[in-house]
């Protein structure tokens, strides 16, 4: 299945439908699509101003003072669609600039997060030495407590001297 999608110069290009089975960057590719697509209000300019241009072109009768011509109310209706169509730029301009911000935000993140990771990382290398370290100070003093206790199990010299003599 395909959609038909006509744009500004009346090219008509396919696009090809494509089920949600395609992977996660799909939906950002409809909706890059939709955000740069968008052509309705180049087209209306361009209508008002073939409009215009047309209206003004053709000859026509004097029209009293009073009222006013189609030229003027033609000019009119473009220099609207033009205002409107420059605010759209403006504002699509906007959201650029704060997407790149966004951007470039995320971006800082990122690097602090990295950093924050290597540190920690380091942190953990540290403290996993200071524990083999501890375990081993534990396991030491645990087997001189054994001995410890053997050689108090055992007879004093004095003891051994009287026997002995």
């Given at each position: 299945m395909?959609i038909?999608?006509?744009g500004?110069?009346?090219i008509t290009?396919s696009?090809?439908?494509?089920?949600s089975?395609t992977?996660?960057?799909?939906?950002?590719?409809?909706?890059?699509?939709?955000?740069?697509?968008d052509?309705?209000?180049?087209?209306?300019?361009?209508?008002?101003?073939h409009?215009?241009?047309s209206?003004?072109?053709?000859?026509?009768?004097?029209?009293?003072?009073?009222?006013?011509?189609p030229?003027?109310?033609?000019r009119?209706?473009?220099?609207?669609?033009?205002?409107?169509?420059?605010?759209?730029?403006?504002?699509?301009l906007m959201?650029?600039?704060?997407?790149?911000?966004q951007?470039?935000?995320?971006?800082?993140?990122?690097?602090?997060?990295?950093?924050?990771?290597?540190?920690?990382?380091?942190q953990?290398?540290?403290?996993?030495?200071?524990l083999?370290y501890?375990?081993?100070?534990?396991?030491?003093?645990?087997?001189?407590?054994?001995?410890?206790?053997?050689?108090?199990?055992?007879?004093?010299?004095?003891?051994?001297?009287?026997l002995?003599?």
């Amino acid at each position: 299945m395909s959609i038909q999608q006509e744009g500004v110069l009346g090219i008509t290009s396919s696009i090809g439908y494509v089920g949600s089975h395609t992977g996660p960057f799909f939906p950002d590719a409809i909706i890059h699509m939709r955000i740069t697509n968008d052509e309705k209000a180049l087209r209306r300019v361009t209508k008002k101003f073939h409009n215009y241009a047309s209206v003004a072109n053709t000859t026509a009768a004097p029209f009293s003072p009073s009222t006013t011509s189609p030229v003027d109310d033609a000019r009119e209706a473009f220099l609207v669609e033009l205002a409107s169509f420059h605010l759209s730029l403006k504002k699509n301009l906007m959201v650029c600039e704060a997407e790149a911000r966004q951007v470039q935000e995320y971006q800082r993140e990122r690097e602090r997060i990295a950093s924050e990771h290597h540190l920690l990382q380091g942190q953990i290398e540290h403290l996993k030495t200071s524990l083999e370290y501890a375990q081993l100070e534990r396991k030491r003093k645990i087997e001189y407590d054994a001995i410890a206790e053997k050689i108090n199990t055992l007879p004093s010299r004095d003891e051994l001297n009287r026997l002995v003599l």
